[in-house]
């Protein structure tokens, strides 16, 4: 007997996705991803100042705000040919890198692992073989009995106290939850150490950005921090020492605690590595530019076609046509006015036409890209598969450790094919962080050794033409290829687009109703129980879903999607 | 003026003690009155001398990018657009035993993070002591940086409530001369 069922909303932060899946014989035969709010954030931009817009742009989504922000710049600088100083590329690299290890370990510990690990499973597990088990696989100071102990009688006092609900959403107990207690006990401890390592890794963006959320250091052109080693209010010897540091602090708990949870999580699930493969087209762009020109790159970036590596063909610069002439987005299945094919982002259209949902029609915000008019899987795993093929040898080294040690777990030889999967997802991101340390660490040693050579310079000055002039910048941001795509006209924007990573896997099915990366991934997922539908979030969040910035926080239905019921409400209205 | 530039607290890698106050102005300003929350930490500093024990941020939508600023304070002040289903317009002050269910239930857009960050800081005994919402149920949401007049209005209301509270927590602000 099929069974629909609707999963909404779908994000533990913020955006509204909504999954719907059939399900027949205890698997799903057919899904559906809808965008739930209507984006168009690109509007407010048409008339302004370009070089302006980065400081909108970072509002669109309060997870991503940085990513928007350097997308942004680089957009106005191709328009414009700008070349960009080293130090700005190495201080912006440094921003990414830090802001991707933040949002990378973040989205394991807090937004997904609780997918795999059953807390309440915890409070029954012996600290002391936790201890054993744990100190088997990793030398990590804060791995022992009495650490676990302290965590598990926490947890316990919280429990007690009925407000779990907030942490989870409520699987505990579920059948597809497989995990002995002590390996949730040392998930769980974790999960609090990685409160602080995330936090760590932001006061990096905080110093260097002059502020989080928002960053304030950023420029056309380059970046407004000036760099003079004795002033008080500049980038000095002082705060450069003290980022060496935190860049040495957030390497051990990324080789020993998370690159070892990913692994041994991984290698106990591993029949999720049959699942959640989907589209298997991968799309990265390379990324942290090593010269003024965006011609040479810490990470390189590409295009794979059907899952096979050998396919892959790079994207070498900023300039490469490869990529800016191969991007399309439809909307035959997204509230749009359509009925003109796919269109280029230079010449795309945001005008919405919202129908009901409907299965075979119009059902999503989100719009449909395409790259070589085929749907691309973007992420850390199109990142990490695309490095490899390239021959990038921090990833080759960090992704042999990752399966090595996974396979030591699970008693079996694991291979990189594994990675087209659910779980294949995690441990793709949690290569990626292992690279993104080793880039932050070089491109810190790059700045230090260009200040070395007497270059304080950061900024080239922007100047605009009159007429027409178009530009696309693009950034392997945490989630996957981000690109903004303007036009300037005397001046002022013109247009103005940006494709995130989430519209390139959230998206609906496309012209050719083919379907996007989330609901081709969700196909013969297995589904122990229907109301309890864990193993669809599992292979959804596998994506680090965030759809703040693929669509828009107004709900225009105003219908209530979450039933609560506020003690808080003060107008004697329940709601 | 000074402006939202100057909000942040950037000197804090300087020290792991923060100070004991923070006024935390949420919202999306691209989204008209969503962003009431930011207008008003951006109208508090502009208007007022903030004692040197307070710390004012423009959190926009932030998750758990905002832990760093809320782990280690005393007393949390939040400002922010709140979906309470009242008339737009109407002032919405939350305490105690509110606070939890407004973090939790989907009445704000950004609290799904704010309460996974309160609960692990309750599970570490490292909670603020109290946390209040200041809010106003918002009127138009549309795309667009302008506020509808009805909310816009409102800004000094929420700037003089946000004084009142840290006068009531013992911090006085001094009004700037303009």
Request: hydrophobic fraction near 40%; aromatic fraction near 8%.
């Amino acid at each position: 007997m099929t069974k629909r069922i609707v999963v909404d909303p779908m994000t533990r932060i913020e955006g509204h996705l909504r999954i719907d899946c059939e399900v027949d014989d205890g698997k799903v035969t057919k899904a559906w991803s809808s965008g739930q709010m209507w984006r168009g954030i690109e509007l407010i931009l048409q008339g302004r100042d370009p070089r302006d817009a980065w400081v909108f742009t970072q509002r669109i989504c309060g997870v991503c705000t940085t990513v928007h922000a350097i997308a942004s710049v680089r957009a106005v600088e191709n328009a414009l040919d700008l070349e960009v100083p080293l130090n700005a590329q190495y201080i912006r690299n440094m921003i990414v890198a830090a802001h991707g290890i933040h949002d990378h370990i973040v989205h394991f510990y807090h937004l997904s692992a609780l997918d795999w690990v059953d807390i309440v499973s915890a409070l029954s597990a012996d600290p002391a073989k936790a201890s054993q088990i744990a100190q088997s696989l990793s030398d990590w100071h804060m791995n022992s009995p009495q650490h676990f102990k302290q965590v598990q009688d926490r947890l316990a006092n919280f429990v007690n106290t009925g407000q779990l609900g907030v942490f989870a959403s409520g699987y505990w107990g579920h059948p597809a939850m497989k995990l002995p207690p002590e390996i949730n006990l040392i998930a769980t401890a974790h999960y609090f150490q990685a409160l602080d390592y995330q936090r760590t890794a932001n006061k990096i963006v905080s110093i260097l950005g002059s502020k989080t959320p928002h960053i304030q250091n950023l420029a056309v052109g380059g970046v407004a921090n000036v760099i003079n080693l004795d002033s008080q209010s500049t980038l000095t010897l002082e705060r450069l020492a003290f980022i060496k540091n935190v860049i040495d602090e957030l390497h051990d708990f990324v080789h020993k605690v998370y690159m070892v949870d990913v692994a041994a999580v991984g290698a106990m699930y591993a029949d999720w590595t049959q699942y959640g493969a989907g589209v298997m087209n991968y799309l990265s762009v390379p990324d942290f530019p090593l010269d003024t020109k965006g011609t040479q790159f810490d990470m390189p970036g590409g295009y794979i076609k059907g899952g096979d590596i050998s396919t892959y063909q790079p994207i070498s610069s900023y300039n490469d046509s490869f990529f800016e002439d191969n991007v399309k987005e439809g909307v035959k299945h997204a509230w749009y006015q359509g009925g003109k094919g796919a269109l280029h982002p230079y010449d795309g259209e945001t005008i919405p036409q919202y129908t009901d949902f409907e299965d075979d029609g119009k059902y999503s915000w989100v719009k449909a890209p395409t790259f070589m008019d085929e749907r691309a899987q973007v992420g850390p795993l199109a990142n990490v598969l695309c490095a490899v093929a390239a021959g990038h040898e921090p990833t080759k080294r960090h992704l042999t450790t990752l399966l090595d040690t996974a396979g030591a777990v699970a008693g079996a030889e694991i291979p990189v094919a594994a990675l087209h999967s659910t779980i294949g997802r995690h441990a793709a991101r949690c290569v990626r962080t292992a690279v993104l340390h080793d880039i932050l660490a070089n491109q810190y040693n790059l700045l230090i050794e260009n200040i070395g050579k007497g270059d304080y310079s950061t900024f080239n000055r922007p100047e605009f033409p009159k007429g027409e002039v178009k530009g696309v910048g693009f950034h392997e941001a945490p989630r996957g290829v981000l690109s903004h795509w303007t036009v300037i006209r005397d001046g002022k924007i013109a247009n103005y687009q940006a494709v995130v990573p989430s519209t390139w896997n959230a998206g609906p099915r496309d012209d050719n109703d083919a379907m996007g990366p989330y609901e081709a991934s969700l196909m013969d997922n297995p589904i122990a129980d229907p109301e309890k539908p864990l193993e669809v979030i599992r292979t959804v969040h596998s994506f680090d879903p965030c759809l703040a910035c693929a669509i828009h926080m107004v709900d225009t239905e105003q219908k209530e999607i979450v039933k609560v019921h506020g003690v808080g409400s003060q107008c004697g209205v329940s709601f | 003026m000074r402006s939202a530039e100057h909000m942040g607290a950037d000197l804090s890698w300087t020290t792991d003690t923060p100070k004991p106050i923070l006024v935390l102005g949420l919202g999306n300003i691209l989204i008209q009155d969503e962003g009431i929350g930011v207008r008003v930490v951006e109208r508090l500093v502009e208007h007022y001398q903030i004692p040197a024990d307070v710390d004012v941020l423009d959190g926009g939508t932030a998750g758990l990018a905002l832990y760093d600023d809320i782990v280690g304070r005393k007393h949390l002040v939040v400002v922010d657009a709140i979906d309470n289903r009242c008339e737009p317009g109407t002032l919405i002050t939350l305490r105690g035993d509110e606070v939890p269910s407004f973090f939790r239930n989907k009445v704000s857009p950004h609290q799904m993070a704010l309460s996974d960050i309160l609960a692990a800081l309750e599970i570490m005994g490292e909670k603020p002591a109290e946390v209040v919402v200041i809010g106003i149920q918002p009127k138009d949401l549309g795309t667009g940086l302008e506020m509808s007049d009805l909310i816009g209005n409102q800004i000094d209301i929420l700037v003089q409530q946000v004084v009142d509270e840290l006068r009531r927590l013992g911090y006085p602000t001094v009004t700037l001369a303009h």
